[in-house]
């Protein structure tokens, strides 16, 4: 990838002598990355890569956390005196980023203990499936090509399999393994009328192989099961650390699991408050099956109502004057694919690819969970405005539509959901305190979202500490959400394997509430959400901890606060 030409910010305020040095670290790195890591590579929009899957051995992870090491200790061999007051701000992010990764790899190590080859395959075919950034024959090419591949890297993620297996994690992964081969053959069929007879039989061919290659996986994982252990749980003192490198503001778990409980207790009270406003004749759980129950009558319908809610937020944004729309920003809304439903029991959004020349964000909503007859329920119309509000506008398209325009290599790696979920949460709240579908049915909708991510602060910090098993973090999900069991149980699943994901959509929430408001009471008339969310988005998908840094930097005219050009 020596060839890849990667942006460059303009150092602030003016080049420090050991600037081109950290660059140099980090572009070489991403260059390393991009061409070990081809999924990775489709992903932000770079092709080269599109016809091959990455190296999945064990061997290759090892060695993917040397490297790791070694780019920490060139980054910290970097004397910050010797660089600009921008570059030292994307050194720190950049020792941030890998500190995080190295703890994914080495402490938590899911790589070695749950089979992951199902996601990967499914990641690295989707992406070039969805997308539309070369002709469809093209993209049919890449993607035969891929599924030749998938023999082969199947082989090479058994040897990853040297501790124990985690029994939900090996289940998730082969009720996978079953809904693979649909999306196998959606390939296939998308190549009739566009392939050529040589090149159709060549893509019929690999899916052929790639299916039964998968059918054997699955097997292979089956008969292992009894092997299996069920401990999935992080560990209080990993958690802890964990939470610590995540950058919380000094947050520490207990304090935010206090946080959890405030907020479950507070959405729950503003809930009652809107049911009684709708209807103060019957009790909430009635109100609340009633909002429920006005859902459209197809999935059909309620894709279109994605759309039209998603649409109706956007064009109330530029009115409003509450935040610019990025240049050329596109986005499409589809049905998540069956590979990906039981772990995206709801809806989810993929960011545009940075260097696609025409980048395009995704919106997937997931009809249901396994066929579950009540899934419809989930789709009612007050909770389509809200999700579309937290998924797409101003919530996720817009936020990662203007993070990834940012020129800096270092802001694109960054892993900060407490950020980017964050946003979504803080979007739906200033949606309505704006006016935006205001009336107590969306309300209802909105605490009911916000009741069921406190409920997910207070399962991740207490199901990692090993305090709630499976079945009683389902329970209580159920219990104060209303959700449907399998939505609920789809739920908890993912969040076995996603320690402190989970707990960053509220908790983001929170502390950017807390951002802004420091914000308010220091520019006083002079605040302008419009410059406040503007400031935010054009400068990447940060930990709110560096945001509020860049923040202060520009109250006090430092460079650091220039570093969003």
């Not at 998938?150 to 993620?157: I, K, M, N």
């Not at 809904?179 to 052929?208: I, N, S, W, Y």
């Not at 939470?243 to 000094?250: C, E, K, M, P």
């Not at 059909?300 to 994605?306: Q, R």
Request: include cysteine; hydrophobic fraction near 40%; aromatic fraction near 8%.
């Amino acid at each position: 990838m020596a060839e890849l030409v990667l942006p460059r910010p303009v150092s602030k305020p003016t080049a420090g002598h050991a600037d081109d040095r950290f660059w140099g670290i980090v572009e070489a790195d991403f260059r390393r990355m991009v061409e070990q890591h081809p999924i990775l590579a489709t992903y932000v929009g770079l092709h080269a890569g599109d016809d091959r899957l990455d190296d999945a051995t064990r061997d290759a992870v090892t060695q993917e956390i040397d490297d790791a090491h070694r780019i920490e200790r060139e980054l910290e061999a970097i004397d910050p005196n010797e660089l600009s007051d921008s570059v030292r701000f994307e050194r720190e992010l950049a020792l941030h980023n890998v500190r995080r990764e190295l703890f994914d790899m080495e402490v938590h190590r899911v790589w070695e203990r749950r089979s992951l080859a199902m996601d990967a395959v499914g990641d690295a075919l989707f992406s070039i499936f969805a997308r539309d950034f070369a002709p469809l024959k093209d993209r049919l090419a890449s993607l035969t090509a891929r599924l030749e591949a998938v023999p082969a890297f199947l082989d090479q993620h058994r040897t990853r399999a040297t501790a124990p297996q985690v029994r939900l994690w090996q289940e998730l992964e082969i009720e996978s393994g079953g809904d693979m081969p649909t999306l196998f053959e959606e390939v296939k069929a998308a190549g009739h009328g566009v392939l050529d007879e040589r090149a159709q039989a060549r893509l019929d061919r690999a899916v052929e192989k790639a299916s039964a290659s998968v059918v054997a996986y699955v097997e292979t994982l089956k008969a292992k099961m009894g092997s299996t252990v069920e401990s999935w749980a992080l560990g209080s003192d990993a958690y802890n650390r964990l939470v610590s490198l995540r950058a919380f503001d000094g947050l520490d778990a207990s304090q935010i699991l206090e946080i959890g409980e405030q907020q479950l207790a507070l959405n729950k009270a503003a809930r009652v408050d809107d049911a009684r406003r709708i209807d103060p004749s019957v009790d909430e759980r009635t109100v609340v099956d009633r909002v429920k129950s006005n859902h459209p009558d197809t999935f059909d319908e309620a894709l279109a109502a994605y759309k039209d809610a998603m649409m109706r937020a956007r064009a109330y944004i530029i009115e409003h004057g509450i935040a610019t729309m990025p240049p050329g920003e596109q986005i499409s809304v589809i049905p998540t694919p069956e590979y990906l439903r039981t772990v995206i029991p709801f809806a989810a959004y993929f960011e545009p690819p940075k260097f696609d020349k025409h980048p395009s964000g995704i919106y997937i909503v997931t009809p249901s969970v396994r066929d579950d007859p009540n899934g419809m329920r989930e789709h009612y119309f007050a909770s389509i405005s809200n999700t579309s509000v937290h998924e797409a506008y101003p919530g996720h398209h817009l936020q990662l539509s203007a993070a990834v325009a940012h020129p800096s290599i270092v802001r694109l790696l960054v892993d900060a959901p407490e950020f980017v979920e964050g946003w979504g949460m803080y979007s739906e709240q200033m949606m309505r305190e704006q006016g935006f579908d205001d009336g107590p049915e969306f309300l209802l909708a909105m605490h009911t979202d916000a009741i069921w991510r406190a409920c997910r602060i207070i399962l991740d910090v207490r199901m990692h500490r090993g305090e709630l098993s499976v079945d009683q973090a389902t329970a209580m999900l159920v219990e104060h959400t209303a959700f449907e069991h399998a939505n609920a149980q789809a739920e908890v699943f993912r969040y076995t394997y996603t320690p402190t994901y989970q707990l960053s959509y509220l908790l983001g929430k929170v502390l950017l509430l807390q951002l802004r408001g420091d914000e308010q009471r220091r520019l006083g008339d002079r605040f302008s959400l419009k410059h406040f969310h503007d400031t935010l988005l054009n400068n990447g998908s940060l930990p709110i901890s560096f945001h509020r840094r860049l923040l202060a930097a520009e109250a006090s005219g430092g460079a650091n606060g220039a570093a969003n050009g």
